[in-house]
């Protein structure tokens, strides 16, 4: 069973604790419960099924000079807003898709891998030395690899001179992200119909404008009373 001990996000939170899958930073302050373990998600269950009868997934990064392949379950698949990945992309939300440690293995160009830290040392962010493309990027000591859906190909011919060689860069419906994660980071609100937890899924879900969502049949003043929260009439 899981720790009931206070944590801020995954990829954002105050500290490591003894369960393997909870890591963070100190970049947030808010204090919360453990997140569920990052085993499949509900939402993400049936594409992990759908893409054990896909190919391994193999990337690359923007030179070509780095080249992986990915296998195994997928272990999460969402858009994360955490300050960790915004601020390490220059971009946000990261699509992220996670395999186990052991599941990524690098085809050509290991060598060139540069791993460096981010926030407080407790995050490993892995790029290619020569073009500086991100590779993947996960919570040291933690089992799973996040990589970036940007950087899979799947075919596609030739391509166009200067554009890599790879024109196929729509994700197999499998790979299409199952929510979005630390939406209390986001920079505005976003409108599309996925799921948007507070931090990680199974804890705090929020609509489209930060605001607690509300389960069907329940009142808002009931709903508020069950989370220990005020109703403002």
Same mark, same amino acid.
């Given at each position: 069973?899981?720790?009931?001990?206070?944590?801020?996000?995954?990829?954002?939170?105050?500290?490591?604790?003894?369960?393997?899958?909870?890591?963070?930073?100190?970049?947030?302050?808010?204090?919360?419960?453990?997140?569920?373990?990052?085993?499949?998600? *509900?939402?993400?269950?049936?594409?992990?099924?759908?893409?054990?009868?896909?190919?391994?997934?193999?990337?690359?990064?923007?030179?070509?000079?780095?080249?992986?392949?990915?296998?195994?379950?997928?272990?999460?698949?969402?858009?994360?807003?955490?300050?960790?990945?915004?601020?390490?992309?220059?971009?946000?939300?990261?699509?992220?898709?996670?395999?186990?440690?052991?599941?990524?293995?690098?085809?050509?160009?290991?060598?060139?891998?540069?791993?460096?830290?981010?926030?407080?040392?407790?995050?490993?962010?892995?790029?290619?030395?020569?073009?500086?493309?991100?590779?993947?990027?996960?919570?040291?000591?933690?089992?799973?690899?996040?990589?970036? *859906?940007?950087?899979?190909?799947?075919?596609?011919?030739?391509?166009?001179?200067?554009?890599?060689?790879?024109?196929?860069?729509?994700?197999?419906?499998?790979?299409?992200?199952?929510?979005?994660?630390?939406?209390?980071?986001?920079?505005?609100?976003?409108?599309?119909?996925?799921?948007?937890?507070?931090?990680?899924?199974?804890?705090?879900?929020?609509?489209?404008?930060?605001?607690?969502?509300? *389960?069907?049949?329940?009142?808002?003043?009931?709903?508020?009373?069950?989370?220990?929260?005020?109703?403002?009439?």
């Amino acid at each position: 069973p899981l720790s009931a001990a206070p944590h801020t996000s995954l990829f954002s939170s105050s500290r490591l604790s003894n369960d393997p899958f909870t890591a963070a930073n100190r970049l947030c302050t808010r204090t919360r419960r453990h997140p569920p373990s990052l085993s499949p998600q *509900p939402a993400t269950m049936s594409a992990a099924a759908a893409a054990a009868e896909e190919p391994s997934l193999k990337g690359q990064c923007h030179c070509g000079k780095v080249k992986f392949v990915a296998s195994g379950p997928i272990r999460f698949n969402n858009l994360c807003h955490c300050r960790n990945c915004s601020r390490a992309r220059s971009s946000t939300p990261v699509h992220i898709v996670g395999v186990t440690t052991t599941g990524m293995s690098f085809t050509e160009g290991e060598e060139l891998v540069k791993v460096t830290s981010g926030h407080a040392g407790i995050m490993e962010f892995a790029s290619c030395s020569v073009c500086h493309c991100g590779v993947y990027q996960t919570p040291k000591g933690m089992d799973f690899r996040a990589l970036f *859906p940007s950087t899979f190909t799947f075919g596609g011919g030739e391509g166009r001179e200067g554009l890599g060689g790879d024109t196929g860069c729509k994700l197999p419906a499998h790979l299409l992200p199952a929510a979005h994660v630390n939406y209390e980071n986001r920079t505005f609100d976003w409108a599309d119909d996925l799921p948007k937890w507070e931090v990680w899924p199974g804890g705090k879900e929020l609509n489209n404008n930060g605001t607690p969502k509300v *389960p069907k049949g329940t009142s808002a003043f009931a709903h508020a009373i069950e989370k220990g929260g005020t109703f403002q009439l």
